[in-house]
């Protein structure tokens, strides 16, 4: 196998999708237990496992798209869509790296694995069918971002709030609401290279968005004080917390009016305020966890 070839299969792969596996860690994270060596090397390595299967969906995905990725401006310049390498090329690998992240996660527990296979089935369900189906579609997507969160969780045995579930829920809604938001602005009429978006107006996703943020906001702010509470903390740090949090989802929102968004890890790559507002975040939380 060339050398090319294998640029073109990592470039496949979706190396920058990864950044949604850094949900994994939230769990661990919140409860403060990341400076445990044995906590934090299962919370990586159930970390890897996402990166293997989600980007073996991906292979998946795009071998079920392949022709319509073909008629799409941006879609067609894809590894498989473009034809740097063979459908039977991608489906071996894509089929290698879901079993080799698998394996990885089971041996954490059947019910780490569990979850990371009810991901890899939730996806491989969306890449086959439900992402034609709207507002299926949406949900779809939210709950694999809420399995890493509850991967994190199981892998380092942190009990996770009702709070923290629903707070994780509605903004993974957000994310994808306003990734479809995007999309549908970018597309305009010429939107057959996603059936779903047949289906959606702006009016009705900017709906769905108004809810989701305060939905996520609300979840939030009750969660940061029911920690407070629990943790017994004396210093504010989770109340103000919540500052940089509705600071980014406002930030957020706006970059969605501007007409960005399609593509939430670039936007989140490339905003120096959001990840500003995301240093902070992390600052001021960590202060709550291990200081208050």
Same mark, same amino acid.
């Given at each position: 196998?060339?050398?090319?070839?294998?640029?073109?299969?990592?470039?496949?792969?979706?190396?920058?999708? *990864?950044?949604?596996?850094?949900?994994? !860690?939230?769990?661990?994270?919140?409860?403060?237990?990341?400076?445990?060596?044995?906590?934090?090397?299962?919370?990586?390595?159930? =970390?890897?496992?996402?990166?293997? &299967?989600? /980007?073996?969906?991906?292979?998946?995905?795009?071998?079920?798209?392949?022709?319509?990725?073909?008629?799409?401006?941006?879609?067609?310049?894809?590894?498989?869509?473009?034809?740097?390498?063979?459908?039977?090329?991608?489906?071996?690998?894509?089929?290698?790296?879901?079993?080799?992240?698998?394996?990885?996660?089971?041996?954490?527990?059947?019910?780490?694995?569990?979850?990371?296979?009810?991901?890899?089935?939730?996806?491989?369900?969306? /890449?086959?069918? !439900?992402?034609?189906?709207? &507002?299926?579609?949406?949900?779809?997507?939210?709950?694999?971002?809420?399995?890493?969160? +509850?991967?994190?969780?199981?892998?380092?045995?942190?009990?996770?709030?009702? *709070?923290?579930?629903?707070?994780?829920?509605?903004?993974?809604?957000?994310?994808?609401?306003?990734?479809?938001?995007?999309?549908?602005?970018?597309?305009?009429?010429?939107?057959?290279?996603?059936?779903?978006?047949?289906?959606?107006?702006?009016?009705?996703?900017?709906?769905?968005? /108004?809810?989701?943020?305060?939905?996520?906001? &609300?979840?939030?702010? +009750?969660?940061?004080?029911?920690?407070?509470?629990?943790?017994?903390?004396? *210093?504010?740090?989770?109340? !103000?917390?919540?500052?940089?949090?509705?600071?980014?989802?406002?930030?957020?929102?706006?970059?969605?009016?501007?007409?960005?968004?399609?593509?939430?890890?670039?936007? =989140?790559?490339?905003?120096?305020?959001?990840?500003?507002?995301?240093?902070?975040?992390?600052?001021?939380?960590?202060?709550?966890?291990?200081?208050?």
């Amino acid at each position: 196998m060339s050398g090319a070839i294998v640029r073109e299969l990592v470039r496949e792969a979706r190396p920058k999708q *990864w950044a949604k596996n850094v949900l994994v !860690l939230a769990a661990p994270g919140a409860a403060g237990v990341l400076d445990n060596g044995s906590s934090l090397l299962r919370t990586l390595a159930v =970390f890897g496992a996402f990166c293997l &299967v989600s /980007s073996g969906t991906y292979f998946w995905n795009d071998i079920h798209d392949v022709e319509a990725d073909r008629q799409h401006p941006v879609k067609s310049q894809r590894p498989l869509a473009s034809g740097a390498f063979s459908v039977r090329t991608a489906s071996v690998v894509g089929t290698v790296l879901i079993a080799v992240g698998l394996a990885a996660a089971f041996v954490f527990g059947w019910r780490v694995g569990l979850v990371v296979a009810g991901y890899v089935a939730l996806t491989t369900t969306y /890449s086959v069918a !439900l992402k034609h189906v709207a &507002v299926l579609d949406l949900i779809a997507v939210a709950g694999g971002f809420v399995m890493r969160a +509850i991967a994190g969780a199981m892998v380092t045995g942190v009990p996770m709030s009702t *709070w923290f579930v629903l707070c994780t829920s509605f903004g993974s809604l957000f994310i994808v609401t306003g990734k479809r938001f995007a999309e549908l602005r970018e597309m305009g009429d010429s939107n057959a290279t996603r059936a779903s978006l047949e289906d959606y107006t702006l009016n009705f996703l900017q709906t769905v968005l /108004s809810v989701s943020i305060g939905a996520t906001l &609300v979840t939030y702010c +009750i969660w940061a004080f029911d920690v407070r509470e629990v943790s017994g903390s004396t *210093w504010p740090f989770y109340e !103000l917390s919540i500052v940089p949090m509705l600071t980014a989802l406002l930030r957020y929102t706006l970059v969605l009016e501007q007409g960005h968004g399609a593509a939430p890890e670039e936007i =989140f790559a490339a905003d120096r305020w959001l990840q500003v507002m995301g240093i902070v975040w992390v600052v001021v939380f960590g202060l709550g966890v291990y200081v208050g």
